[in-house]
């Protein structure tokens, strides 16, 4: 359930292990209802085959400022960083490469919940096309027969409704994120990433520009509660006045949604299906950054998804425990409520002169540098007979 990135990662994983698969996704078309900036950073770009065409130019530097916007902090990497991805364009590689693989992806089905088979198993119950499948679960389309499928992942999102369905855990603990995207005819001599610590504009996190000279991503995000001006307003106070010197050349789209970070959730697979991406709670709880770790988690969870659906072995799912997760994320949770605290402009003013300090400049770079923002949940697994 859900054709994003961990989905579709997920999806083809499993079909290349010979088991019928189904994507299903609410949407009519995968450019429409994205909600990533599409930020990929090094480790990803070094551990997965993303499609170079698709990928803006590297990015090696970033600057940190305080709320007053002077005197920004400079780090500056030997290596390209980031990278800015045309996520329509990923999103359909990715379902050309789940649908090479075996699955069957459709878009414009509308999940509405699951049911219980005779059995005592649960199915799914979704509104599309008619669909007959394999046996186990039953599922539902309207107007249409049953859907009957043995496991049900769910890759919808923050707010997964597939979650609460099959009795697993639920993000509680998010951020609200918004930003405007457009070409630009870059002032920068290099493409950059401006990151604004304000709490008037984006309390508990931040707000951003990427520029890496062809397109500029301009956004903010922060706990909802404490956006009281609304996210919409807060943007476009912060486009209007944004570092960077990033003029809109050109139409400009908008993106938003909830991001989770509150780490990976505990309970996150039973005989009835698993979570995956955003569902599972799988964001950065520090970076709140969710493509990296959608692929990783999703690697797993196909290698555990495909061993469980061979043997029946329900103690093969424990290998996709989210509690036994968690342990690798305190210091991040931790940092994450220290975030969640700085409320006033003077109070992120003095965490800004903090980090202009050596200690300070090592902790950003390896923040923002590093390869630790999100461990590995597991030694990197492969489905038997996957690349």
Not at 86 to 103: N, P, T
Not at 200 to 219: C, E, M, Q, T
């Amino acid at each position: 359930m859900g054709a994003g990135l961990a989905g579709l990662h997920t999806a083809r994983l499993l079909a290349r292990q010979d088991l019928d698969v189904l994507v299903v996704d609410r949407r009519r078309s995968l450019s429409a209802g994205i909600r990533t900036t599409g930020i990929f950073v090094r480790r990803t770009l070094d551990d997965f085959d993303l499609p170079a065409h698709l990928l803006g130019p590297g990015v090696r530097d970033v600057l940190l400022y305080p709320p007053s916007r002077r005197a920004p902090i400079r780090l500056t990497s030997d290596r390209d960083e980031y990278r800015v991805a045309d996520m329509a364009g990923i999103y359909e590689h990715a379902r050309h490469a789940a649908e090479s693989a075996g699955a069957r992806v459709q878009l414009g089905v509308r999940y509405t919940g699951i049911t219980a088979t005779a059995a005592g198993r649960s199915g799914i119950t979704a509104t599309a096309a008619g669909y007959t499948g394999i046996t186990g679960h039953t599922a539902t389309f309207e107007q249409a027969e049953p859907v009957r499928a043995r496991f049900v992942v769910g890759a919808d999102g923050a707010r997964s409704r597939v979650a609460r369905d099959l009795g697993l855990d639920v993000n509680r603990r998010m951020l609200v994120g918004a930003e405007i995207i457009h070409p630009v005819a870059s002032t920068t001599s290099t493409p950059a990433f401006h990151c604004v610590l304000d709490p008037r504009v984006a309390p508990g996190y931040l707000g951003w520009v990427i520029d890496d000279g062809r397109h500029a991503h301009v956004g903010v995000a922060g706990y909802p509660g404490a956006m009281r001006a609304g996210v919409r307003h807060l943007l476009d106070t912060f486009a209007a006045d944004a570092p960077g010197g990033v003029a809109p050349a050109g139409p400009v789209e908008r993106r938003g949604g909830p991001i989770p970070v509150g780490g990976v959730l505990r309970r996150i697979a039973c005989p009835g299906g698993l979570l995956v991406g955003d569902a599972a709670g799988a964001v950065s709880p520090l970076t709140a950054g969710g493509l990296d770790p959608c692929l990783r988690m999703s690697e797993l969870a196909a290698t555990v998804t495909a061993g469980y659906l061979r043997t029946g072995d329900e103690q093969l799912l424990r290998g996709y425990d989210g509690g036994a997760f968690r342990a690798r994320f305190r210091g991040r949770l931790l940092l994450r409520q220290v975030l969640a605290g700085v409320r006033s402009p003077a109070a992120a003013e003095a965490a800004v002169a903090v980090l202009r300090t050596r200690a300070g400049r090592a902790v950003a770079a390896r923040v923002l540098f590093g390869d630790g923002s999100f461990p590995d949940v597991a030694p990197r697994l492969a489905v038997t007979g996957a690349s």
